[in-house]
């Protein structure tokens, strides 16, 4: 398998499925979103609100806004290039940096909120549906639909409360901008959604189909999901190790590490100390691929060595649990190696693995290598999914290392079928659908 192989691979959170909930200010739209996502009660539904977006304001458009003269009802107030830039990067299941936006301050703030990997994305605003580029990125359209009176009163509490305002500003901006806009510009939009909401959070009955439609795309993507899985299977059986799979040199050390190792009647402190030294000789192997540099030193005798020296900065990521056993060995061979983690569990049902947590350092992209570490790889959806992490965060794939002490053959072709140019360092290669069993040896758990 050449580095000019490659095979397709989406994860579940490719293409997520966007849905826009549009309304009144005041009309419920963020507590109506709100209600989605709690019926349904999933880690992969996420909600983004529009009034990150408002564009910033210049000095004399920040004095008026203070004076409640600025229109932010108007679609002109929103950054919608930046805005439709963020949804199509999360469309293709890349990162997406949101701004935060201060009302009180009436400006964005320096910060920003990151969202990545949501399989379904609830954007809602009183213009979800309103820019031609954002309704070609949405599955469903809602409209909130709400009483004028009763909106006008969620506003004042809300601004009032929340956002440092006088009922008297509020007063002023509702009747100035609030409800001309909406006639102009909010309720129009009424007429391309999908489904109409009334009585926001109240009406459980439409808050159920809403659910019961988002329960089938995720339903529909992780079905998609398995069935490539599978299809990367049967072209991992069809073809040869990959020259990119790196085995240990079976030397009588190693023969004899790995004898302890499977053997059960070894005690669990010798287990742990020989897999330790099993996991410092992976690593040593693993960091061969990182990049040096020439480099003229002198040395205590006055003579000149030619040496090398590293360009980069090697990094890990701990794909938890089971990573966690690498890291004493890691630590024996590079002390100051910064980590990160990424929690992957496979759902007993489905049999897919699914993304739940991920920590990684913020400029991780800039590393010269990255470890991946997992103590075993089977089928290699976990891999794929991990691999797939990195590389939406930045990471160019000839720069990670995938270091495991067991893998099989299928699992380690499946993953150096999508990515050809990384690596995968084995200690030992098994059986393709080998139980795990190392980190529970090592933990006692």
Request: with cysteine.
């Amino acid at each position: 398998m050449t580095a000019l192989t490659r095979s397709h691979y989406s994860p579940p959170w490719g293409n997520a499925s966007i849905i826009g909930v549009a309304g009144s200010s005041g009309s419920g739209k963020t507590s109506l979103a709100l209600a989605i996502v709690a019926s349904l009660n999933l880690p992969w539904v996420v909600i983004m609100s529009m009034d990150s977006f408002y564009k910033p304001l210049t000095s004399a458009q920040s004095a008026a806004a203070f004076r409640n003269e600025f229109d932010f009802d108007s679609p002109h107030a929103i950054d919608f290039d930046v805005l439709v830039e963020k949804l199509r990067d999360l469309k293709q299941g890349k990162v997406a940096e949101i701004p935060v936006y201060s009302f009180e301050k009436h400006a964005r703030l320096e910060k920003s909120t990151t969202i990545y990997s949501p399989h379904v994305l609830i954007l809602e605003g009183i213009f979800a549906l309103h820019d031609q580029r954002v309704l070609d990125m949405l599955d469903l359209k809602i409209f909130a639909e709400a009483d004028g009176d009763l909106c006008l009163s969620r506003r004042l509490l809300r601004d009032v409360r929340h956002r440092g305002r006088d009922i008297e500003g509020c007063i002023k901006q509702w009747f100035n901008f609030v409800k001309p806009n909406f006639h102009r510009y909010v309720g129009p939009q009424r007429e391309i959604a999908d489904i109409i909401i009334p009585r926001g959070i109240e009406n459980k009955v439409a808050i159920s189909m809403v659910s019961d439609r988002i329960e089938k795309i995720l339903a529909h993507k992780s079905k998609m999901h398995q069935i490539e899985l599978r299809r990367l299977g049967k072209v991992a059986e069809d073809a040869p190790l990959s020259t990119n799979a790196i085995i240990l040199n079976q030397t009588h050390q190693i023969l004899g590490i790995n004898t302890l190792l499977l053997n059960p009647e070894t005690s669990r402190e010798d287990y742990i100390f020989y897999f330790d030294r099993m996991v410092a000789l992976l690593i040593e192997r693993a960091i061969d691929f990182l990049p040096f540099v020439p480099k003229q030193i002198i040395t205590p005798q006055g003579n000149v060595y030619m040496g090398l020296e590293k360009s980069g900065e090697v990094s890990a990521v701990v794909i938890l649990r089971g990573g966690s056993v690498f890291e004493t060995g890691l630590r024996r061979t590079i002390p100051d190696c910064r980590t990160g983690r990424i929690l992957i569990q496979t759902n007993y049902r489905t049999g897919e693995p699914e993304l739940h947590y991920r920590a990684l350092p913020s400029d991780l992209s800039e590393h010269g290598l990255v470890l991946l570490l997992d103590p075993q790889m089977s089928s290699g959806g976990a891999a794929l999914m991990a691999v797939r992490v990195l590389v939406d965060h930045g990471i160019p794939e000839e720069r990670i290392v995938f270091v495991t002490y067991m893998a099989g053959r299928v699992g380690v072709n499946r993953v150096l079928s999508v990515y050809p140019e990384m690596r995968v360092v084995v200690g030992r290669m098994g059986d393709d659908m080998e139980s795990r069993w190392v980190e529970t040896r090592y933990l006692g758990c």
